[in-house]
């Protein structure tokens, strides 16, 4: 079984439309994260919820909005899509919050958007 | 920003021992000292986690100094399929999160 799961794996799409990515963790984690890692392959986070709560949000255009329906899953939402959201997204989780010492993350293998 | 600094890349060749050293000199007395491990294509994997002295697993070893400002990653016998970007993490909350460049290892035949 995969531990955190993500999809679509691959996403090609046009500038200005919506698309959503999806994310479930099987792992009875609390806390989940979306990271981003851009062409130069800097792994950057952008979210992170804890019990379905927001308790990172790093600067990032509104434009991203994730949602938590229950702590086993946590769906990023991309609005207007621009050429330079082209990344690979990867979806993580941890056992409790901020993966504090002790804890480790978990990824998903990623989700490629490219938009054209 | 990052709270490491790591070699950008290294070349090994199968069968040789790889160290790879990542410094974190303000590192706090309660962070922990992570590694993990990104092939391409892949989202990245834990692979060890000390806090002083010597950590030893099935995959790798960690080498914590008494002034814990750095470590270094060791992995035994290197094989091709090694080949992988090796980030370091220090810190609690949010700092935990945040990922360097990494270290690319290139291991050859």
């Known amino acids: 079984d995969t531990a955190v799961s993500q999809t679509p794996k691959y996403l090609v799409t046009q500038m200005g439309n919506d698309k959503s990515i999806k994310c479930e963790q099987n792992l009875g984690h609390d806390t989940m994260y979306w990271y981003k890692q851009d062409s130069k392959k800097f792994l950057k986070i952008m979210f992170s919820?804890?019990?379905?709560?927001?308790?990172i949000n790093e600067t990032v255009p509104n434009r991203f909005s994730p949602k938590s329906p229950d702590k086993a899953h946590l769906n990023l939402h991309i609005n207007s899509l621009e050429l330079g959201d082209s990344a690979v997204y990867f979806c993580a989780s941890s056992r409790s919050e901020t993966g504090l010492s002790g804890n480790t993350i978990y990824f998903g293998e990623g989700s490629w958007l490219t938009v054209v | 920003l990052a709270k490491t600094t790591q070699p950008i890349s290294m070349d090994s060749y199968e069968g040789q021992e790889v160290n790879i050293t990542c410094s974190h000199n303000n590192i706090a007395t309660n962070d922990y000292i992570t590694w993990y491990q990104q092939f391409p294509s892949q989202g990245p994997r834990f692979i060890i986690q000390?806090?002083?002295t010597k950590v030893t697993n099935e995959v790798a070893s960690l080498f914590i100094p008494a002034d814990r400002k750095s470590s270094t990653l060791s992995l035994p016998r290197v094989s091709l399929s090694d080949t992988a970007v090796y980030y370091c993490?220090?810190?609690?909350?949010?700092?935990?999160?945040?990922f360097g460049t990494g270290t690319r290892l290139q291991v050859f035949p």
């Open positions: 000390g806090y002083k």
């Open positions: 993490l220090v810190g609690k909350g949010t700092d935990k999160l945040i």
């Open positions: 919820y804890n019990n379905k709560e927001l308790i």
